[in-house]
C-alpha cells in the first residue's frame, strides 16, 4: 500500500483499499510475509468491536493511564478510521512512556493495564510458529503481535515506525530506548546491542 502511495488509504478509506487485497499468497501459519493492510484490518475491527473510534479507546485505556504528557496525532482516512499501520505521531517522552509500559508486561504504576500474557504471547514465538522467529520471518528479526522480535538469548521487543521511529524494549532488565529520526541508518541496532549488554543485567 504505501509503496503505491502513502495515501492510498487515506484518500479512499480503508474498506475501500482492503477489498483489493483478495488473494492469499500462501496457507495461513506456513508463511511471513509483512502487509500494512493487515494492521488496518485489525483497525476497522477494533473500531465496530468497541463501537468508538480507536483514538478514543486508545485515549482512556491506555494514553490517559500512562499519564501522557500531550495529545498525540493519528491520520484519520476518508472514512473515518484511522489508518492503524502507522501515521500515528506523540512526542518522545510518551513514546518513553509506552515503552516503559511494555517493558514491565503491561503494568503502570503497580496497574494491569495490557493483560501480562497477552503481552508475552505478543512477544514470544510458539514452536508452531518458528517461521515468525528472528533469523526466520526476516535475516535478522521476527515477527509478533504487530511486534518485531530481536534475535538473542532473552525476550526484546521494538516498536518501529518509518523513518528512524523506534522503541526498543527489554523487559527482563526493564530497559528501554526511545528514539526519533530522520533516517533509516542501522546504527541504533548496534547501540541497543551495546546499551543491553552495559545495562540489561536485570
Given at each position: 500500500m504505501d509503496r503505491h502511495g502513502v495515501w492510498l488509504g487515506a484518500h479512499k478509506g480503508t474498506t475501500n483499499s482492503i477489498v483489493q487485497f483478495n488473494r492469499r499468497i500462501a496457507a495461513p501459519g506456513t508463511k511471513y510475509f509483512y502487509a500494512s493492510i493487515e494492521a488496518d484490518v485489525l483497525g476497522v475491527v477494533l473500531h465496530y468491536a468497541v463501537n468508538r473510534s480507536a483514538s478514543d479507546y486508545l485515549q482512556e485505556k491506555l494514553w490517559q493511564p500512562i499519564g501522557a504528557e500531550a495529545d498525540a496525532a493519528w491520520v484519520v482516512d476518508a472514512q473515518g478510521f484511522e489508518v492503524a499501520h502507522g501515521f500515528f505521531n506523540a512526542v518522545l517522552r510518551d513514546y518513553a512512556r509506552?515503552?516503559?509500559l511494555l517493558a514491565h508486561d503491561g503494568v503502570w504504576e503497580g496497574r494491569q493495564i495490557i493483560p501480562a500474557q497477552f503481552m508475552i504471547d505478543a512477544t514470544t514465538t510458539r514452536p508452531s510458529?518458528?517461521?515468525?522467529?528472528?533469523g526466520k520471518a526476516m535475516p535478522t528479526v521476527g515477527y509478533g503481535y504487530l511486534l518485531w522480535l530481536l534475535p538473542g538469548d532473552r525476550r526484546q521487543f521494538a516498536l518501529v515506525g518509518a523513518n528512524g521511529q523506534r522503541i526498543c524494549v527489554d523487559p527482563t532488565s526493564k530497559l528501554i530506548l526511545a528514539q526519533?529520526?530522520?533516517d533509516n541508518t542501522e546504527e541504533v541496532w548496534r547501540l541497543w546491542s551495546a546499551l543491553v549488554e552495559q545495562f540489561g543485567q536485570g
Open positions: 509506552l515503552g516503559r510458529d518458528a517461521y515468525l522467529a528472528p526519533t529520526a530522520v
